[in-house]
């Protein structure tokens, strides 16, 4: 067993060896909104929320993106954390601000574009169908 000199003070004084996250994996931690931690350990006096964020990765330009959970307990934040990476493998994204009228002018853009589009190649096939049949 290789043993690193950083972790040989931990394991020599009995203390367990933290696991470093692998990359990518979520991240959670307390924000305290200002105030001096009371209780570093549990948190239980403190005033704040646990905070939980997914890495989304990067854009075009290199900025990160994350999507953001809160939660007045760790375990809520990590089933909410659950939830949001259920949500992104369906291909689903919800936004607080989403509203029914954005979703109305999303469904007539696409569903109207591609309605057109149909109808235009439905009367170029019908005008070639005349055009063979010897219609005028």
């Known amino acids: 067993m290789i043993i690193r000199e950083s972790n040989r003070e931990s394991i ?3 203390q367990p060896v933290a696991k470093r996250r692998g990359r990518g994996e979520d991240s959670v931690f307390y924000d305290h ?11 239980l006096s403190c005033r704040g929320r646990w905070r939980g964020q997914i ?21 809520e934040v990590y089933g ?6 259920k949500e992104i493998d369906r291909g689903v994204t919800t936004s607080a601000t989403y509203t029914v009228t954005q979703a109305v ?9 591609l309605a057109v589009a149909c109808l235009a190649m ?3 096939m019908l005008v070639q169908l005349g055009a063979a049949a010897g219609v005028r």
């Open 122 to 124: 439905v009367i170029v």
């Open 80 to 85: 909410k954390l659950d939830a949001a990476h």
């Open 105 to 113: 002018e999303d469904w007539l853009t696409d569903v109207m574009a």
């Open 55 to 75: 890495d989304l990765g990067r854009d075009a330009t290199g900025k990160r993106h994350f999507r953001r959970v809160s939660g007045r307990t760790k375990t």
């Open 12 to 14: 020599e004084s009995g």
């Open 33 to 43: 909104e200002g105030t001096p931690c009371k209780d570093a350990t549990f948190h």
